[in-house]
């Protein structure tokens, strides 16, 4: 605000994602996760929102994949995406009459240079390969330059969400549709 006077647009991507089993996370390692990936997105919007509503300005949350469908062995990870899901179409429904552009972006794993593995320590349980990025799933990683030209269309079309990969929607509407095929292609595909 100080040097450019007016906030067009706010985008929410901070966070951080877990390994191992949801039964095995305690509630202090769900509230930590919650705090960082959730709570931390909801003081910036409220920080922002006089300024976004002012000009009718876009707020950018980003979720994941696992804003729309739980994986195995990311923990908590999934219910802090989810609860981002939730407020960015709760702030849809309320604040979008008043001019509010609100997009959630899911996106899979993105491609990056650090490849870094979880520790296995505690996750005997959790196989190898859930211990990379997008925790196992079968998906390949996005570029992020690519990423962020749709993000950039999408808030320009003012689309309500953006699913990269697109065809992931697919899953998603099957899990709504049909629970029990939805879980037997999470399972098939991490």
Wanted: proline content about 7%; some cysteine.
């Amino acid at each position: 605000m100080q040097r450019f006077g007016r906030i067009d647009a706010l985008v929410n991507c901070a966070g951080r994602s877990t390994r191992g089993k949801v039964a095995d996370t305690t509630p202090e390692q769900f509230r930590d996760l919650m705090e960082l990936n959730f709570i931390g997105l909801v003081r910036c919007t409220r920080a922002a929102l006089p300024h976004l509503l002012a000009r009718r300005g876009h707020l950018v949350n980003i979720g994941s994949l696992a804003s729309k469908s739980a994986a195995r062995w990311v923990g908590a990870y999934p219910a802090t995406k989810f609860a981002v899901a939730a407020y960015s179409q709760q702030l849809r429904l309320e604040l979008g009459p008043q001019g509010l552009h609100v997009l959630l972006v899911c996106p899979g794993p993105l491609a990056r240079r650090d490849q870094r593995l979880h520790p296995l320590e505690g996750l005997e349980d959790v196989p190898p390969r859930a211990r990379g990025p997008g925790a196992g799933v079968k998906v390949r990683q996005i570029d992020p330059a690519r990423l962020s030209a749709a993000i950039l269309r999408a808030c320009q079309q003012r689309r309500a969400e953006l699913v990269v990969p697109a065809k992931a929607r697919w899953l998603f509407a099957i899990s709504q549709l049909w629970p029990e095929l939805g879980d037997w292609l999470v399972r098939r595909f991490t």
